[in-house]
């Protein structure tokens, strides 16, 4: 009886904490949209009369850019989001995914290649957790990679209730001591990363009942893997 009491009590703090920080997001995010939208007013109202001091308003713009990604990413990783899997078969997740990054990267000079197995069998999966998963992989990949690199993402079902999802790019790569970094909630090498990104991935694979590992190289890439279920069990 002890040990459960202990128990309601730590997840009745925990739950507490994430409202009480939920909450302090949403308000700092309310105050951050009315200073851009009286700030989109000034630099409009700057850009008719072609002012140089458009610069300025361009910049605060820029920032509060930033700043509201960072309040975002933050709330997201503090949220304890529920898992709502639905059927859906590996194609649609691809070629949406294709979809969404093919015109912008051949513009960019990037080859971006997506292919699957045709083996694996339809999956009972959060999709949007998944699709989440895959953009935040891609854009560092994008980050990572110059003019004429290569992006590829593979699907292949890897047993009779798994299946692994690569994300590879031959970008500037990840040093040996960085690598053990990169999960970890505010650690960004990027001067204009929040630090967030890989971690709201990898709480998003856990809540999937996946893994994710990554190897790279410096200046020959980064590659990672999300080993995920067929099927999730709730």
């Given at each position: ?38 700030t989109q007013v000034l630099d409009s109202h700057l850009e ?187």
């Open positions: 009886m002890e040990s459960e009491r202990k128990l309601d009590f730590e997840n009745y703090n925990n739950n507490y904490n994430q409202q009480l920080i939920s909450e302090c997001f949403h308000e700092v995010q309310n105050i951050l949209s009315v200073i851009q939208a009286n008719k009369k072609e002012s140089s001091e458009c610069r300025y308003t361009k910049n605060i713009l820029k920032q509060l850019k930033f700043i509201n990604e960072i309040t975002r990413n933050s709330l997201h990783y503090v949220h304890n989001q529920k898992t709502f899997p639905i059927s859906i078969r590996i194609d649609e997740i691809f070629n949406e995914i294709k979809f969404m990054y093919i015109g912008d990267l051949s513009i960019k000079g990037i080859d971006f290649e997506v292919n699957f197995e045709k083996e694996i069998p339809e999956l009972y999966i959060d999709y949007y957790k998944l699709k989440e998963v895959l953009i935040n992989l891609i854009n560092n990949a994008v980050e990572a990679v110059v003019e004429d690199g290569n992006i590829t993402v593979n699907a292949k079902k890897i047993s009779a209730d798994k299946f692994m999802i690569k994300v590879q790019d031959n970008g500037c790569g990840i040093s040996e001591n960085n690598i053990k970094k990169i999960f970890e909630p505010l650690y960004t090498n990027r001067s204009n990363g929040t630090g967030l990104g890989l971690a709201i991935t990898r709480r998003l694979i856990n809540k999937m009942q996946g893994e994710i590992k990554v190897e790279s190289k410096p200046d020959h890439g980064t590659t990672f893997y999300l080993i995920l279920p067929v099927e999730y069990q709730k």
